[in-house]
């Protein structure tokens, strides 16, 4: 559920910055590296500076405090319903820079003579987008889809910072896991369970890239 959400997340953010920012102006490039600069930042820090914005006497609260009018104190770290969410959602946050630019790159490198005939048979933006840049994206989509899920698999970093694994066991990734019984003494068991992290990340990650890269060359 975490690799999955942190796919999505990640290339969709991503992929509408990509687009939001894809004309050569002084404006975009400037915001290309606002929005790259996360990606230089340690994943640690990341989730410290979310953690203290998400605490229930955080940034966050206090600002919709301000804006309702009454004292709000939303658990943002500490629910089983929506903390999994929030945590992928700055793991996405974290990596869009990276995906927006690898989007970028595959829409500069677009022929224009092709966007060109679009425009002459009267396509409209969504219509050319969806039916002509989207299937010419395939190569930066498997890119970036591979490595969000290969990467959120092996998260431990970010999760450790914000939610330490909580609420419960809501958010206790493999290496959240191994980390803590490997604390316990349990070496063997935890040896065990990285080998079977591995076997997942492969079984899952193997039939994955074979099936973009096989809608790539049907392009």
Same mark, same amino acid.
């Given at each position: ?38 990606? !230089?930042?340690?994943? !640690? ?23 309702? &009018? ?16 929030? =945590? ?9 820079? !990276?995906?927006?630019l690898i989007y970028l790159a595959g829409l500069k490198s677009m022929? &224009? ?37 290969? &990467? ?13 694994? &909580? ?16 604390g316990q003494g349990l070496y063997a068991q935890a040896s065990a ?9 492969? =079984? ?16």
């Open positions: 559920m975490y690799a999955v959400l942190v796919a999505v997340f990640q290339n969709g953010f991503g992929l509408a910055l990509a687009l939001l920012l894809e004309r050569d102006t002084r404006f975009n490039r400037f915001f290309r590296a606002v929005f790259f600069l996360p990606v !230089l930042i340690s994943a !640690l820090a990341v989730g410290y500076i979310f953690r203290a914005l998400l605490a229930q006497d955080g940034a966050l609260n206090s600002v919709l405090s301000s804006l309702a &009018g009454h004292h709000v104190d939303t658990p943002w770290l500490g629910s089983t319903t929506w903390t999994l969410v929030v =945590v992928t959602l700055i793991h996405g946050w974290k990596w869009m820079g !990276l995906a927006m022929p &224009g003579d092709v966007l060109e005939a679009a425009r002459i048979d009267g396509a409209g933006w969504w219509h050319t987008f969806w039916s002509v840049r989207f299937p010419l994206l395939a190569p930066a989509v498997t890119f970036n889809v591979t490595t969000a899920l290969i &990467g959120s698999m092996n998260t431990f970093d970010i999760v450790q910072a914000t939610t330490g694994g &909580g609420p419960g066991s809501e958010t206790e990734v493999f290496n959240i896991y191994m980390f803590r019984i490997f369970m990285s080998l079977v992290l591995f076997l997942i990340v492969v =079984v899952l990650a193997v039939p994955v890239i074979v099936g973009l890269r096989r809608r790539e060359n049907n392009q």
